[in-house]
C-alpha cells in the first residue's frame, strides 16, 4: 500500500520542483539568446508530470 502511495507522491514533489526551477530560471534570464528553451521544457514537463499526478490522486486507486 506504501509504494501506491509514495511513488506519486515523489512524482508530485517532483514536478513541483520542475515547475519552481523553470519559472525562477525563465524570470532571471535575458531572452536576447536562446538559453530560455531548457527552463520552458522544465515548466512543460513538470505541468505534464504534475497533471498525471494530480489525476492519479483524484482517481483513488485502491489496492488489489
Excluded: E
Aim: glycine share 10%; net charge positive; aromatic share 12%.
Amino acid at each position: 500500500m506504501a509504494k501506491k502511495k509514495t511513488k506519486p507522491a515523489l512524482g508530485m514533489a517532483g514536478s513541483i520542483l520542475l515547475i519552481i526551477w523553470g519559472t525562477y530560471r525563465l524570470s532571471t534570464v535575458s531572452f536576447s539568446s536562446y538559453v530560455w528553451i531548457v527552463p520552458m521544457i522544465f515548466v512543460v514537463t513538470g505541468i505534464v508530470g504534475g497533471t498525471a499526478n494530480l489525476l492519479y490522486f483524484r482517481r483513488g486507486v485502491t489496492d488489489k
